[in-house]
């Protein structure tokens, strides 16, 4: 959010600064110049007002015109018109009488003689009032006083010499008499140069019918008053001039002729065509920013909105005037932002608030608020705008953040995971309850941030190495990672890895070391997941740049800030329009092309909102939101465009973020499914070999005297015992492999030897099938250094994997070949195939596929799993070929031989055949299932022993 607002400030600023030229302009002329708004509410006026009226521009700021500009007519003593109602109503530049007065703050009257101009916006709404006047009262008092004689031709040779009006006499047929020295500064002729001459040489061809208007006035006895018109110089430049023309009459009272007073107006009607121009800008500029926007008075009356607002909330001016803007509040929320605002008036200290507003739909939703106001030279507020950023979706964002946060404390504090950080500055660790409980500490206690009372709970075995591995990371290394046993309360060891990274300052010195202390099984996976949270959230915060644009469309010209040009570019170089545009993803242009054009059509214009992808010069891809407006003139041909404006904002960081939290929802879902999955499956793996042997029991209470029957039945129990025990065996092996505590124990074996266990272990399985087994194997003895049961383990699980998933009566071909001095174990069938999605993931932990045909065999999806972990602790290898569905798959092991000089093959050792062996023996089983040790000592007691049974360690010892 903070991002945010610095864009907005930046505009704000160019606002403040563009403004404050203008009114400087302003305050410069030698009229008194007073502005209002639509209301007659006055917005500026300069140091002249102020020092004829007696008010400052901060007092009057807001206030109506009547309280500062208060004029009567010096006869009736009546309030004169408004100048703000005549110059809307009459759409032009009026005047007032030759009595007014104005009434200043102290009381005093003065003589005035002003003007009041309207101002209007491009669609040519009103918007406002220029008034511009002047003191006259000692001209007054000289006309009242009717000096006469010499003195009269004195004073009024002084006034108009010292005059900064040109005053002219002229005779109605528009022959010039008289002409003073503001007239030469004004119109550039001397005296000598224009006296004689046509008034015509100061007018325009195109306004020569004024002259005639104004001499048939002249020639009724009306006096032509603050007519506002253009002018000729001598050099041919045209200057803006406000005219009071008056007849001039003879002892007889006939008219002969005209006196004219010409005001150079031409400053002010520059500064008011700059102050329209600006306030056209300041509100395009309003209008083509994605955010609403408002402005208030110094008061908080709120005076204008941009299209945004209206658009958003659905209502009208006149309905959100002033404080009108409450109805679109939430109700619990409104006190608290009426405070707020109110506080902020008060203070004069910005105003940055979240809460929400009603849009048209009658839906809420959450804005960034943020106000500043406008100081005038003293310091003194004069404005206040503001801005209402949406910020819903990042705050569906950060929900959806929390809410993977959420997930993650879940599965950390499920999995019995630990956080911990490490300041090495202050030497203090700072440990999560995990962790706390863990090492046994408590973190209530003053010293459970002390790393001693860590190291304490490592095993004695494991302390040194731990404490100069995180010695090394501090000193020197970027990451730590250590894999060591910790002792519980309970005397029980586990072994744990912590794994961490040093955070460095600016000067290199390690800061902090955070880091995680988790099962090795599940390392990988929480690690990988909590990095992501932790990246996303980064995403998420830094992810609002927005820069503006406008551009010419006569030229062309493209007129940018500086993070427009970081988003496009990369840096703040300037950068022209086609530049720009070349910038966009190629794939992008000809949608960005036609988006601009149908927004910048004349007719029926469209909104312009994108979003696309852009090239940086060093090839880094950024996506990009883009908004903008186009602005219109009108003509005689039809409207043209005048300038496109808009914003665009990096929102790289967004869709990677959206795209990074489906990935992560995916991958959460399948891990849910798969668990799942397994669960079921393994429930069914179960239930298989004990209903059988269930039945068997049933059975053999009825049978007891059919021994044939009894035998069948033993027979059937054997075999789903042995499956049964084959399925915890895997998943036993699964566990010990995963926790790292399955050891082999290797031997030289004969490779024929191997294969033959894992062919009989699977003979009753093919059998049961019909499959052909075809084998092949070197004649010549191979010699391996391996684990005789885990190595015909995984031969026996590739050669049922091929029975299970090889339809009835299918061909299955066990090899082995010598590639020097590596063995190559191959396991080939045509069954069913593995699809091409699957040959990556097919050696996955529950990994299975769909095997409509497998008639009965079943299984968890753990033992390629199992075979892989296997082949691998044997430092071998093993991959899987497969054409596709229906074409069958071959599995390939390929493990080192044994290499020794003169090898000969292994014998089993001999047995004393003369040896007595004593039938009487006593012997103690000690086991802590009861009915496992039941049955053992039947047996052994069968075979002529004397046997005593315990059933823990303590008994065993004492009955020992």
Request: net charge negative.
């Given at each position: 959010?903070?991002?945010?607002?610095?864009?907005?400030?930046?505009?704000?600023?160019?606002?403040?600064?563009?403004?404050?030229?203008?009114?400087?302009?302003?305050?410069?002329?030698?009229?008194?110049?007073?502005?209002?708004?639509?209301?007659?509410?006055?917005?500026?006026?300069?140091?002249?007002?102020?020092?004829?009226?007696?008010?400052?521009?901060a007092?009057?700021?807001?206030?109506?015109?009547d309280?500062?500009?208060?004029?009567?007519?010096?006869?009736?003593?009546?309030p004169?018109?408004?100048?703000?109602?005549?110059?809307?109503?009459?759409?032009?530049?009026?005047?007032?009488?030759?009595?007014?007065?104005?009434?200043?703050?102290?009381?005093?009257?003065?003589?005035?003689?002003?003007?009041?101009?309207?101002?209007?916006?491009?669609?040519?709404?009103?918007a406002?009032?220029?008034?511009?006047?002047?003191?006259?009262?000692?001209?007054?008092?000289?006309?009242?006083?009717?000096?006469?004689?010499?003195?009269?031709?004195?004073?009024?040779?002084?006034?108009?010499?010292?005059?900064?009006?040109?005053?002219?006499?002229?005779?109605?047929?528009?022959?010039?008499?008289?002409?003073?020295a503001?007239?030469?500064?004004?119109?550039?002729?001397?005296?000598?140069q224009?006296?004689?001459?046509?008034?015509?040489?100061?007018?325009?061809?195109?306004?020569?019918?004024?002259?005639?208007?104004?001499?048939?006035?002249?020639?009724?006895?009306?006096?032509?008053?603050?007519?506002?018109?253009?002018?000729?110089?001598?050099?041919?430049?045209?200057?803006?001039v406000?005219?009071?023309?008056?007849?001039?009459?003879?002892?007889?009272?006939?008219?002969?002729?005209?006196?004219?007073?010409?005001?150079?107006i031409?400053?002010?009607?520059?500064?008011?065509?700059?102050?329209?121009?600006?306030?056209?800008?300041?509100?395009?500029?309003?209008?083509?920013?994605s955010?609403?926007?408002?402005?208030?008075?110094?008061?908080?009356?709120?005076?204008?909105?941009?299209?945004?607002?209206?658009?958003?909330?659905?209502m009208?001016?006149?309905?959100?005037?002033?404080?009108?803007?409450?109805?679109?509040?939430?109700?619990?929320?409104?006190?608290e932002?009426?405070?707020?605002?109110?506080?902020?008036?008060?203070?004069?200290?910005?105003?940055?608030?979240?809460?929400?507003l009603?849009?048209?739909?009658?839906?809420?939703r959450?804005?960034?608020?943020?106000?500043?106001?406008?100081?005038?030279?003293?310091?003194?507020?004069?404005?206040?705008?503001?801005?209402?950023?949406?910020?819903?979706?990042?705050?569906?964002?950060?929900?959806?953040?929390?809410?993977?946060?959420?997930?993650l404390?879940?599965?950390?504090?499920?999995?019995?995971?630990?956080?911990?950080?490490?300041?090495?500055?202050?030497?203090?660790?700072?440990?999560?309850?995990?962790?706390?409980?863990?090492?046994?500490?408590?973190?209530?206690?003053?010293?459970?941030?002390?790393l001693?009372?860590?190291?304490?709970?490592?095993?004695?075995?494991?302390?040194?190495?731990?404490?100069?591995?995180?010695?090394?990371?501090?000193?020197?290394?970027?990451?730590?990672?250590?894999?060591?046993?910790?002792?519980?309360?309970?005397?029980?060891?586990?072994?744990?890895?912590?794994?961490?990274?040093?955070d460095r300052?600016?000067?290199?010195?390690?800061?902090?070391?955070?880091?995680?202390?988790?099962?090795?099984?599940?390392?990988?996976?929480?690690?990988?997941?909590?990095?992501?949270?932790?990246?996303?959230?980064?995403?998420?915060?830094?992810?609002?740049?927005?820069?503006?644009?406008?551009?010419?469309?006569?030229?062309?010209?493209?007129?940018?800030?500086?993070?427009?040009?970081?988003?496009?570019?990369?840096?703040?170089?300037?950068?022209?329009?086609?530049?720009?545009?070349?910038?966009?993803?190629?794939?992008?242009?000809?949608?960005?092309?036609?988006?601009?054009?149908?927004?910048?059509?004349?007719?029926?214009?469209?909104?312009?909102?994108?979003?696309?992808?852009?090239?940086?010069?060093?090839?880094?891809?950024?996506?990009?939101?883009?908004?903008?407006?186009?602005?219109?003139e009108?003509?005689?041909?039809?409207?043209?465009?005048?300038?496109?404006?808009?914003?665009?904002?990096?929102?790289?960081?967004?869709?990677?973020?959206?795209?990074?939290?489906?990935?992560?929802?995916?991958r959460?879902?399948?891990?849910?499914?798969?668990?799942?999955?397994?669960?079921?499956t393994?429930?069914?793996?179960?239930?298989?070999?004990?209903?059988?042997?269930?039945?068997?029991?049933?059975?053999?209470?009825?049978?007891?005297?059919?021994?044939?029957?009894?035998?069948?039945?033993?027979?059937?129990?054997?075999?789903?015992?042995?499956?049964?025990?084959?399925?915890?065996?895997?998943?036993?092996?699964?566990?010990?492999?995963?926790?790292g505590?399955?050891?082999?124990?290797?031997?030289?074996?004969?490779?024929?030897?191997?294969?033959?266990?894992?062919?009989?272990?699977?003979?009753?399985?093919?059998?049961?099938?019909?499959?052909?087994?075809?084998?092949?194997?070197?004649?010549?003895?191979?010699?391996?250094?391996?684990?005789?049961?885990?190595?015909?383990?995984?031969?026996?699980?590739l050669?049922k994997?091929?029975?299970?998933?090889?339809?009835?009566?299918?061909?299955?071909?066990?090899?082995?070949?010598?590639?020097?001095?590596?063995?190559?174990?191959?396991?080939?069938?045509?069954?069913?195939?593995?699809?091409?999605?699957?040959?990556?993931?097919?050696?996955?932990?529950?990994?299975?596929?769909?095997?409509?045909?497998?008639?009965?065999?079943?299984?968890l999806g753990?033992?390629?799993?199992?075979?892989?972990?296997?082949?691998?602790?044997?430092?071998?290898?093993?991959?899987?070929?497969?054409?596709?569905?229906?074409?069958?798959?071959?599995?390939?092991?390929?493990?080192?031989?044994?290499?020794?000089?003169?090898?000969?093959?292994?014998?089993l050792?001999?047995?004393?055949?003369?040896?007595?062996?004593?039938?009487?023996?006593?012997?103690?089983?000690?086991?802590?299932?009861?009915?496992?040790?039941?049955?053992?000592?039947?047996?052994?007691?069968?075979?002529?022993n004397?046997?005593?049974?315990?059933?823990?360690?303590?008994?065993?010892?004492?009955?020992?």
């Amino acid at each position: 959010m903070a991002i945010l607002s610095k864009g907005k400030h930046r505009k704000t600023e160019q606002f403040r600064r563009e403004r404050e030229r203008f009114l400087v302009t302003l305050s410069s002329i030698g009229d008194g110049v007073i502005i209002t708004d639509s209301n007659g509410q006055v917005k500026f006026l300069n140091a002249v007002v102020e020092q004829i009226t007696g008010s400052g521009n901060a007092d009057a700021q807001g206030k109506p015109l009547d309280v500062i500009f208060r004029v009567i007519n010096e006869q009736s003593r009546q309030p004169v018109e408004k100048p703000v109602d005549r110059a809307e109503r009459q759409g032009q530049v009026v005047g007032l009488t030759d009595q007014s007065l104005l009434i200043a703050k102290d009381g005093t009257e003065k003589a005035i003689e002003d003007s009041a101009a309207p101002i209007r916006t491009t669609d040519g709404k009103f918007a406002g009032c220029v008034i511009v006047f002047r003191d006259v009262t000692e001209r007054r008092r000289l006309e009242r006083e009717g000096t006469t004689g010499e003195e009269t031709s004195r004073l009024l040779a002084a006034i108009i010499t010292s005059s900064n009006d040109a005053i002219i006499s002229k005779t109605l047929d528009g022959m010039i008499q008289s002409w003073n020295a503001a007239a030469e500064h004004i119109f550039g002729y001397t005296a000598e140069q224009a006296i004689g001459r046509h008034i015509s040489m100061l007018i325009p061809d195109e306004r020569t019918e004024e002259e005639d208007q104004i001499i048939s006035k002249l020639r009724e006895g009306q006096r032509v008053e603050h007519f506002d018109t253009v002018r000729l110089r001598s050099n041919g430049e045209k200057v803006f001039v406000s005219l009071t023309i008056s007849p001039i009459r003879n002892a007889e009272s006939r008219i002969i002729g005209a006196s004219k007073i010409a005001r150079d107006i031409t400053k002010q009607k520059e500064a008011e065509e700059r102050l329209r121009e600006s306030e056209e800008r300041f509100v395009q500029l309003g209008n083509a920013i994605s955010q609403l926007a408002w402005m208030a008075q110094p008061d908080g009356h709120i005076d204008w909105y941009n299209d945004r607002w209206y658009e958003y909330t659905g209502m009208t001016f006149q309905e959100m005037e002033g404080w009108g803007w409450q109805s679109v509040h939430a109700p619990d929320v409104l006190p608290e932002v009426i405070h707020g605002w109110q506080k902020a008036l008060e203070s004069s200290e910005p105003f940055n608030m979240v809460f929400p507003l009603r849009g048209a739909d009658g839906e809420f939703r959450p804005f960034l608020t943020q106000v500043l106001p406008f100081r005038d030279g003293d310091g003194k507020i004069t404005r206040w705008f503001g801005t209402n950023t949406d910020i819903s979706a990042i705050k569906r964002t950060e929900d959806e953040l929390r809410e993977a946060r959420s997930r993650l404390e879940s599965t950390l504090a499920a999995a019995d995971i630990g956080t911990w950080e490490f300041d090495s500055v202050k030497s203090i660790v700072r440990a999560d309850s995990n962790l706390a409980r863990m090492f046994d500490v408590n973190l209530e206690d003053e010293s459970s941030g002390s790393l001693e009372i860590y190291i304490k709970a490592i095993h004695p075995d494991d302390k040194e190495r731990v404490t100069a591995g995180i010695q090394q990371a501090i000193a020197a290394g970027s990451t730590y990672e250590n894999e060591f046993r910790i002792i519980g309360s309970d005397e029980k060891i586990r072994w744990v890895v912590a794994r961490g990274r040093v955070d460095r300052d600016d000067a290199g010195q390690a800061i902090r070391l955070p880091g995680v202390v988790m099962d090795i099984s599940e390392r990988k996976q929480v690690e990988k997941a909590l990095q992501e949270s932790k990246e996303q959230l980064r995403i998420a915060l830094d992810s609002a740049e927005l820069g503006t644009w406008n551009v010419d469309p006569a030229t062309n010209h493209l007129t940018s800030h500086d993070r427009f040009r970081i988003i496009f570019h990369g840096c703040v170089d300037p950068i022209t329009y086609e530049q720009a545009f070349d910038a966009i993803h190629p794939d992008d242009q000809q949608r960005i092309r036609d988006a601009m054009a149908e927004a910048t059509r004349p007719e029926n214009p469209t909104r312009y909102a994108e979003e696309y992808r852009v090239v940086h010069p060093n090839g880094i891809t950024r996506w990009v939101f883009g908004k903008g407006s186009a602005n219109f003139e009108p003509t005689d041909a039809g409207r043209r465009l005048v300038s496109f404006d808009g914003t665009v904002m990096d929102i790289t960081q967004q869709r990677k973020m959206q795209e990074e939290l489906r990935a992560l929802a995916s991958r959460l879902s399948e891990t849910d499914r798969r668990k799942d999955e397994f669960l079921a499956t393994l429930a069914h793996e179960l239930r298989n070999p004990l209903a059988p042997i269930r039945t068997g029991l049933e059975i053999m209470k009825s049978v007891m005297d059919d021994p044939a029957t009894m035998e069948e039945i033993r027979c059937t129990m054997e075999r789903q015992t042995q499956q049964l025990i084959m399925l915890v065996d895997d998943l036993l092996d699964v566990s010990r492999i995963s926790k790292g505590k399955l050891e082999l124990r290797k031997c030289r074996v004969k490779l024929a030897d191997v294969i033959q266990s894992a062919v009989e272990a699977s003979n009753s399985f093919i059998v049961e099938s019909n499959h052909k087994l075809i084998t092949a194997i070197p004649a010549e003895p191979i010699y391996m250094d391996a684990d005789p049961n885990r190595l015909a383990q995984v031969v026996s699980n590739l050669l049922k994997n091929s029975i299970k998933y090889t339809p009835e009566g299918g061909r299955i071909r066990l090899s082995a070949e010598r590639h020097g001095n590596d063995v190559v174990i191959s396991v080939e069938d045509n069954g069913l195939g593995i699809p091409a999605e699957m040959l990556d993931r097919i050696f996955e932990m529950f990994a299975q596929i769909d095997r409509p045909q497998e008639k009965g065999h079943t299984g968890l999806g753990i033992g390629l799993s199992l075979v892989k972990s296997l082949v691998e602790m044997h430092e071998g290898q093993i991959e899987v070929h497969s054409e596709g569905t229906g074409k069958g798959s071959l599995f390939s092991v390929r493990l080192p031989i044994h290499i020794e000089t003169h090898a000969q093959e292994p014998s089993l050792p001999r047995i004393d055949q003369t040896a007595t062996v004593s039938t009487n023996q006593k012997v103690l089983v000690v086991d802590d299932n009861k009915a496992g040790a039941k049955m053992l000592s039947m047996i052994v007691k069968m075979l002529g022993n004397d046997v005593r049974k315990a059933y823990d360690g303590q008994q065993g010892i004492e009955v020992a």
